[in-house]
């Protein structure tokens, strides 16, 4: 009776440490397209500004001189380092002698009839002087009463470059006139200009004044009208460039100029600017359309380019729904689940952006990625949370990533605790410990059978042997 006890307190232990020490984890998304127009600037970059969405490019992060787009910077320099802007300047010769020293790439600049000594002059009025009639002197003379001298506050425009990611411009002056180290590109301009638009609304006011009266100095004894460079936003005449749905930012251009050889080169003409209609905003830069003509006239190439692609983008593209939070994406196989072996995954939110009208959103291509952990058969374990992320899909269209979602799942799924309590059990007895344990209670239960047998044996003997002698005591 003893061995039967210690055999069931065997079996007890081995199977409260099954129960207990078992390892249970052993149970387990922007597109570009080509402008169907005619453009004969190199470069540029148009973003639409509702959906933060490239809408074209070309050549966007090919070098470039800026021109007079150079301005830009400086005028952001300006707002972000002078707290009063009515406050008076001083105009020096150390804003003017550059254009004076025998460099042709900088003789006879655009101005704004700013004189030396003058007085009553304000930074305001320099603002004005700079964007509205692209005066290079000045911007010399910002930079000078900014700064102090005119290399500190190109650095500044450097920093300031730096800081908005403009990893491939250098500055080397305050107006743009051409030099070799007076550089950007399409996209970097794109950077410096959407930062004024977004954070300095003043500048972009400035930018747009059709014109603008300055003080009177030496060379204009009575004050005098200066008027915007930019003829997409002068609705005077017969302006044929006039475009109503335009704002200006910058103009830039150069009609000739010299590299460090002495070689001569054919100018060119740069433009930034925007332009709302219908409730779509746009933003658009250009670069190195030619400044002449064939005929070797002013070409104002820069203003068709701009018409042209924003005609193009208001008739072309429309805002249209790719996907929504309650499309089903695709599903997955859940092990264990109580209710469900099946989970829907949806978008972690819809995705809506500009694409042309005539698009069929069905040519939208899927790339989806399952991230959640899964078993050797491809199916993710209970238990699944509604809510929970489950993977990616990317949304592609000829060849580009124009948006990625999380899926999540669309439903919760609970663990069936008697399938994992089953499953559990079957592991167990897959374990070549488990088994090496059974094998071993077999041969302890074989080998209590054996001695009981071997007792139960000798207990016979002894008892039969007893019979016999109490038969012959008897017989006595």
Same mark, same amino acid.
């Given at each position: 009776?003893?061995?039967?006890?210690?055999?069931?307190?065997?079996?007890?232990?081995?199977?409260?440490?099954?129960?207990?020490?078992?390892?249970?984890?052993?149970?387990?998304?922007?597109?570009?397209?080509?402008?169907?127009?005619?453009?004969?600037?190199?470069?540029?970059?148009?973003?639409?500004?509702?959906?933060?969405?490239?809408?074209?490019?070309?050549?966007?992060?090919?070098?470039?001189?800026?021109?007079?787009?150079?301005?830009?910077?400086?005028?952001?320099?300006? @707002?972000?380092?002078?707290? $009063? *802007?009515?406050?008076?300047? %001083?105009?020096?010769? !150390?804003? /003017? #002698?550059?254009?004076?020293?025998?460099?042709?790439?900088?003789?006879?600049?655009?101005?704004?009839?700013?004189?030396?000594?003058?007085?009553?002059?304000?930074?305001?009025?320099?603002?004005?002087?700079?964007?509205?009639?692209?005066?290079?002197?000045?911007?010399?003379?910002?930079?000078?009463?900014?700064?102090?001298? @005119?290399?500190?506050?190109? $650095? *500044?425009?450097?920093?300031? %470059?730096?800081?908005? !990611?403009? /990893? #491939?411009?250098?500055?080397?002056?305050?107006?743009?006139?051409?030099?070799?180290?007076?550089?950007?590109?399409?996209?970097?301009?794109?950077?410096?200009?959407?930062?004024?638009?977004?954070?300095?609304?003043?500048?972009?006011?400035?930018?747009?004044?059709?014109?603008?009266?300055?003080?009177?100095?030496?060379?204009?004894?009575?004050?005098?009208?200066?008027?915007?460079?930019?003829?997409?936003?002068?609705?005077?005449?017969? #302006?044929?460039?006039?475009?109503?749905?335009?704002?200006?930012?910058?103009?830039?251009?150069?009609?000739?100029?010299?590299?460090?050889?002495?070689?001569?080169?054919?100018?060119?003409?740069?433009?930034?600017?925007?332009?709302?209609?219908?409730?779509?905003?746009?933003?658009?830069?250009?670069?190195?359309?030619?400044?002449?003509?064939?005929?070797?006239?002013?070409?104002?190439?820069?203003?068709?380019?701009?018409?042209?692609?924003?005609?193009?983008?208001?008739?072309?593209?429309?805002?249209?729904?790719?996907?929504?939070?309650?499309?089903?994406?695709?599903?997955?196989?859940?092990?264990?689940?109580?209710?469900?072996?099946?989970?829907?995954?949806?978008?972690?939110?819809?995705?809506?952006?500009?694409?042309?009208?005539?698009?069929?959103?069905?040519?939208?291509?899927?790339?989806?990625?399952?991230?959640?952990?899964?078993?050797?058969?491809?199916?993710?374990?209970?238990?699944?949370?509604?809510?929970?992320?489950?993977?990616?899909?990317?949304?592609?269209?000829?060849?580009?990533?124009?948006?990625?979602?999380?899926?999540?799942?669309?439903?919760?799924?609970?663990?069936?605790?008697?399938?994992?309590?089953?499953?559990?059990?079957?592991?167990?007895?897959?374990?070549?410990?488990?088994?090496?344990?059974?094998?071993?209670?077999?041969?302890?239960?074989?080998?209590?059978?054996?001695?009981?047998?071997?007792?139960?044996?000798?207990?016979?003997?002894?008892?039969?042997?007893?019979?016999?002698?109490?038969?012959?005591?008897?017989?006595?």
């Amino acid at each position: 009776m003893r061995n039967i006890k210690i055999t069931s307190l065997i079996t007890a232990f081995l199977f409260t440490f099954v129960v207990f020490f078992t390892d249970i984890a052993d149970i387990k998304a922007e597109a570009a397209f080509t402008p169907d127009v005619d453009i004969s600037s190199t470069g540029y970059y148009m973003v639409n500004l509702d959906l933060d969405t490239v809408i074209a490019a070309k050549n966007e992060h090919q070098r470039c001189y800026p021109a007079s787009i150079t301005k830009v910077m400086t005028a952001i320099i300006a @707002l972000e380092n002078c707290s $009063d *802007l009515s406050r008076e300047v %001083a105009v020096t010769y !150390g804003a /003017t #002698n550059e254009f004076w020293e025998g460099d042709p790439n900088y003789y006879g600049p655009g101005n704004c009839g700013l004189d030396v000594g003058q007085s009553g002059l304000t930074m305001m009025d320099c603002l004005y002087g700079l964007l509205v009639k692209s005066g290079c002197e000045a911007g010399n003379v910002i930079g000078i009463n900014i700064a102090g001298d @005119l290399p500190t506050f190109i $650095d *500044l425009m450097n920093k300031k %470059a730096k800081e908005i !990611g403009m /990893t #491939n411009t250098h500055f080397s002056n305050t107006h743009g006139l051409w030099h070799p180290d007076n550089y950007s590109t399409p996209y970097d301009l794109y950077l410096m200009c959407r930062y004024a638009y977004e954070k300095h609304p003043t500048l972009i006011d400035i930018a747009n004044a059709q014109e603008y009266v300055l003080p009177a100095n030496t060379y204009n004894p009575e004050p005098y009208t200066i008027v915007n460079t930019n003829s997409m936003i002068r609705n005077i005449d017969e #302006n044929v460039y006039y475009y109503e749905y335009a704002k200006n930012i910058k103009t830039g251009s150069i009609d000739v100029y010299w590299d460090e050889a002495g070689n001569e080169h054919p100018g060119f003409m740069n433009l930034a600017s925007t332009a709302t209609q219908n409730g779509f905003n746009y933003i658009l830069i250009t670069t190195g359309a030619p400044y002449h003509n064939t005929e070797g006239t002013k070409s104002n190439g820069h203003f068709l380019d701009h018409i042209a692609m924003y005609k193009w983008a208001f008739r072309t593209f429309d805002i249209m729904e790719v996907i929504t939070e309650n499309s089903v994406i695709t599903d997955v196989d859940v092990d264990m689940g109580e209710e469900a072996d099946v989970v829907v995954l949806k978008p972690s939110s819809g995705f809506s952006t500009l694409l042309p009208k005539n698009l069929d959103t069905n040519v939208i291509q899927q790339d989806i990625t399952i991230t959640a952990d899964m078993n050797d058969n491809n199916e993710v374990v209970a238990p699944v949370e509604k809510g929970q992320v489950m993977g990616t899909v990317e949304l592609i269209l000829d060849g580009e990533v124009i948006a990625t979602r999380n899926l999540v799942a669309s439903q919760s799924i609970s663990l069936s605790q008697f399938e994992y309590t089953m499953r559990m059990i079957n592991s167990i007895f897959e374990k070549s410990w488990f088994k090496l344990c059974i094998g071993s209670l077999a041969v302890l239960i074989i080998a209590d059978l054996i001695l009981n047998g071997v007792r139960k044996s000798r207990i016979a003997k002894l008892e039969a042997r007893q019979r016999r002698r109490n038969n012959v005591s008897k017989k006595w």
